[in-house]
């Protein structure tokens, strides 16, 4: 056992009331005033950890967490000006607040249960563990580390992606917080996107006016055959229509209007601006019908590129060190690391908990994995700040 993972399992108690704490400040993503109280507890919690941290206030959603831990000349005299690494993750979840009541926090058969323990508070608490490691075990950090937390990730990153951005462009790499794959880091996401198709139509009576009518579904039917034939299987395409509503309260009535959203997937950055003009290329088949046609690509892919595969294999090689297989996966949701590694800049994602259910009734965490993966991110952060070793 190396002294990195001896020190977090003595500590894994510690690690578990931690990501109690923070399930049990119920952070929904639209739910400014309630993500807030879960915000300043971690940014109070960071700063006496010894963070210098900025809130990056936001008008809608939670505030932005940026939390610069320093380089110490204990570690090394030469890494002080050393470009930091990343950790970047979020804080907010898909559940409403009254959640907690139904399904507390728990402890049972080895995992610990409750609202966004596994996407991604746990997350946080393995940062906040790994960072203490370095520090009390090394002797502080051989290289500054910035941890960004928002607080809208789990609603398309709108009001957080220009400062993730931001913050970005001059870290060394970026280690994402996010659940792991089983046990797996993810080393390829793809990106995502969303459209709206709107159909206009004319209403009529369908029993007396059905000449005079133009129907709203149909036509927005046949739309839905077109879009759902730009997937593309083998590329790793995917078009899938998720949402659909129109027409009258009664069927006597030729429909108007009729909506549809629909969800897509893309593997390679070149994917977006073809599958975006594709979508805005429709044209409607009954020509006396309206289409509108809005939406586009909100995240770009994270591709595995060699920066990325480099990154995995310096990461599964600490694993070994450490007594356990690291494997990676390529998988078909998002992340904020999807942003940072179409910077060019080497992300390397699923570095949280091992667990299952995100943003399902049975979300929980294997407790036994969070000293694991403590050290794995404590191990990996020494090594970008040490490549020789």
Not at 246 to 271: F, S
Request: proline share 5%; hydrophobic share 40%.
């Amino acid at each position: 056992m190396t002294d990195i993972l001896r020190y977090c399992s003595q500590r894994r108690e510690q690690m578990v009331a931690f990501v109690r704490q923070l399930v049990e400040l119920e952070s929904p993503t639209g739910n400014k005033t309630a993500a807030d109280r879960c915000g300043e507890f971690l940014a109070q919690e960071l700063a006496r950890r010894g963070a210098e941290v900025r809130i990056h206030r936001q008008a809608d959603y939670g505030d932005q967490i940026e939390a610069r831990f320093p380089a110490d000349a204990r570690a090394t005299g030469h890494q002080h000006e050393a470009a930091p690494v990343m950790l970047l993750g979020h804080y907010d979840t898909v559940w409403e607040v009254g959640t907690l009541a139904r399904r507390p926090c728990r402890e049972l058969d080895g995992r610990l249960y409750g609202p966004g323990v596994f996407d991604m508070k746990s997350g946080i608490a393995i940062a906040v563990f790994a960072l203490a490691a370095l520090r009390e075990v090394r002797g502080g950090l051989a290289r500054p580390v910035l941890m960004a937390l928002n607080a809208d990730e789990e609603g398309g990153s709108r009001s957080s992606r220009s400062t993730t951005e931001a913050l970005a462009k001059a870290s060394e790499a970026v280690l994402v917080l996010e659940p792991a794959q089983g046990t797996a880091v993810k080393t390829a996401r793809k990106g995502t996107g969303g459209f709206t198709l709107k159909v206009t139509g004319v209403a009529a009576h369908a029993g007396i006016d059905f000449s005079k009518g133009q129907n709203a579904i149909l036509e927005l039917a046949r739309q839905i055959e077109r879009v759902s034939a730009f997937t593309d299987p083998e590329r790793g395409l995917t078009v899938s229509v998720g949402f659909v509503h129109g027409g009258a309260p009664t069927a006597n009535v030729v429909p108007a209007e009729a909506v549809a959203n629909v969800d897509v997937r893309i593997p390679r950055l070149p994917d977006g601006p073809e599958i975006e003009k594709k979508f805005f290329s429709l044209q409607p088949v009954n020509p006396l019908c309206q289409l509108r046609v809005t939406g586009g690509i909100n995240r770009p892919p994270l591709e595995r590129t060699a920066a990325v595969a480099a990154l995995y294999e310096q990461a599964r090689a600490i694993a070994d060190r450490l007594g356990f297989e690291l494997g990676e996966a390529a998988v078909g949701g998002a992340s904020d690391g999807n942003f940072t590694a179409a910077m060019g800049i080497p992300t390397l994602d699923g570095l949280g908990a091992v667990g299952e259910g995100a943003h399902a009734e049975h979300e929980s965490i294997i407790i036994d994995w969070l000293p694991r993966r403590a050290a794995l991110l404590a191990e990996i952060i020494g090594k970008l700040s040490n490549p020789v070793l």
